[in-house]
């Protein structure tokens, strides 16, 4: 980076999440972004290969004098499922899917939920000093749901947010991270994903019944006509396998709207006999998915940033947590605000950059923005399952800050 002359950087540039941006960061993928084309490609050659043989079929009946009519539908038909297809493909994966902003600081103790729940689990992560219960209680239509502090964006993840390990971000409604995508499945591109798997099942299943119409209509033996039509064959045996696929998802996903679950939460609370507390109904499910409103982003990847502000002021914090009385520690854990003298008003953006990082970045004096490896990416894994964690977290307790610098060089 220029120190000299600092131009001014937007989110994109500066995001800590793995994900790829296009465009000036107008366009969000995950960081396996090149999955997209490997999937497109699996759904462009073989319908291109399709759209090829009915066009043989058109011409060849045509110069026959024979009525060709009923194939131009075909035709159409076979383009219009491609396109939409490969539409629904790119929504779903060039879209925010729904990141919750970072904190740049763990949020102050109380105020942010109805219920603390008396836990014996602490987040003891980056900010050693700072004593927050690992897990919350906020009550959603009459439920008590568990909400956990995610280490890595510093904040009490909503109600079905969960942190993606692939692309390091805290994804609202989270569903999954889908590699033949390259981008988490959230809240915001849920809708477009069932429609791409949908799309996929239908095309499969109309390429897989004209081509057997061909083969079955061929004069001659079936076999015969089969060593004719190696296209068609070709494409009968593609469509089977890939049926098995995307049909199984279209339904597994039918069942998961229509019992308004998350994949992650269909794997993860199996077992639970719980109430599910989102499900309202067969009817309401479904209008939540696909009439309902599209959250907007909660970022603007392309706000600028104020790099300034952001490589003076986190000293500041870090001179803070060194200084950070025994006094002032219970005060924290008795939910008071902390720290009058760190209470710097930010710009609502900056507020959602993580201070922490850069500032680490600075301390090993090498590109500001570099990525940093985060430990707490590891953590976070496991973290789903199990507090066993926690256990780490202890014994990084002293060493925290040594830890850091040396995780941040690149
Ligand atoms: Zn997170
Ligand atoms: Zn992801």
Redesign the pocket.
């Known amino acids: 980076m220029d120190q000299e002359n600092p131009k001014p950087l937007r989110l994109y540039q500066v995001w800590r999440g793995s994900n790829r941006f296009f465009f000036g960061g107008r366009l969000i993928f995950?960081?396996d972004v090149s999955s997209l084309f490997l999937s497109a490609f699996l759904i462009a050659t073989p319908a291109l290969g399709f759209c090829a043989k009915i066009l043989h079929i058109i011409r060849k009946r045509v110069a026959k004098d024979e009525p060709a009519v009923s194939w131009y539908p075909v035709l159409i038909v076979a383009i219009a499922l491609t396109m939409l297809d490969m539409l629904f493909l790119f929504l779903t994966s060039s879209r925010d899917?729904g990141i919750v902003p970072r904190n740049n600081r763990p949020p102050e103790c109380d105020d942010t939920f109805e219920m603390n729940t008396p836990s014996m689990e602490w987040v003891n992560g980056r900010t050693p000093h700072l004593k927050l219960p690992r897990t919350k209680d906020v009550i959603v239509n009459g439920h008590a749901v568990k909400v956990k502090f995610c280490d890595t964006c510093l904040l009490y993840r909503p109600p079905r947010a969960s942190h993606?390990?692939?692309?390091n971000?805290c994804?609202q409604r989270f569903d999954h991270?889908c590699p033949w995508v390259g981008?988490?499945i959230g809240i915001r591109n849920y809708r477009y994903f069932y429609m791409f798997v949908t799309t996929s099942t239908i095309l499969c299943l109309f390429v897989f019944v004209v081509s057997w119409i061909n083969i079955v209509r061929a004069k001659g033996h079936l076999l015969q006509a089969m060593s004719h039509d190696a296209l068609s064959v070709f494409l009968i045996i593609y469509c089977f396998i890939a049926v098995w696929f995307v049909g199984g998802l279209t339904v597994f996903h039918f069942y998961l709207i229509s019992t308004n679950q998350t994949t992650y939460e269909n794997f993860r609370y199996r077992y639970d006999k719980k109430e599910n507390p989102y499900n309202k109904g067969l009817i309401k499910n479904f209008q939540e998915i696909f009439f309902s409103r599209i959250p907007p982003s909660m970022l603007d990847f392309r706000a600028f940033v104020q790099e300034e502000i952001m490589s003076t002021e986190p000293s500041n914090d870090d001179a803070v947590e060194d200084t950070t009385s025994s006094k002032e520690k219970i005060d924290i854990e008795m939910g008071q605000n902390f720290g009058e003298e760190n209470s710097i008003s930010l710009p609502e953006i900056l507020l959602n950059m993580e201070f922490g990082g850069i500032q680490n970045n600075l301390k090993t004096d090498q590109d500001k923005f570099v990525i940093p490896v985060d430990q707490e990416l590891i953590k976070e894994s496991a973290d789903a399952f199990t507090f066993e964690v926690e256990a780490n977290a202890e014994e990084k307790h002293d060493g925290t800050k040594s830890e850091h610098t040396t995780t941040t060089s690149g």
């Not at 993606?164 to 692309?167: D, E, L, Q, V």
């Open positions: 995950g960081p899917p993606c390990s692939i692309c971000n994804v991270h981008q988490c």
